[in-house]
């Protein structure tokens, strides 16, 4: 049974990170301000922050368990960020050849990710301090 909990917590984690990120989609959709998948953007921005607290914190102190990394950096990071949808979205705009459209939104995907993990690994050493 112990070689199965593993498991459930990475399973219970993307249950709860993909939920998360339908919601996301649903909240930001009407938004018509901008031509683009926000909820997308938001959640692989957040989920690489989150990640990049986790991370942090996981590598400098034993706040966090093996479990609870489980759950929230593989399960729910995982199921709340999507690089299939951000591909999947971003050919969408190519077809349509909205190449502006196409190109701000992978650079902002791309180092609001990187940017972002960076700043959790920042707000991760703030908190241990």
């Keep these: 049974m112990a070689a199965i909990l593993p498991f459930v917590y990475v399973g219970l984690g993307s249950m709860l990170g993909g939920v998360s990120r339908y919601g996301m989609s649903l909240v930001t959709q009407n938004i018509a301000a901008l031509s683009m998948p926000l909820g997308t953007l938001i959640s692989n921005v957040a989920g690489c922050l989150l990640i990049g607290l986790i991370a942090g914190i ?9 479990e609870m990394r489980l ?59």
């Design 58 to 66: 996981g590598a400098t102190s034993t706040l966090l368990s093996t």
């Design 71 to 129: 759950l929230l950096a593989t399960g729910f990071c995982g199921g709340f960020t999507t690089m299939s949808s951000f591909v999947y979205e971003l050919g969408q705009f190519v077809q349509d050849k909205e190449y502006f459209y196409a190109s701000f939104y992978f650079v902002a995907t791309m180092a609001g990710a990187g940017l972002a993990f960076v700043l959790g690994l920042y707000l991760s050493a703030l908190v241990l301090r």
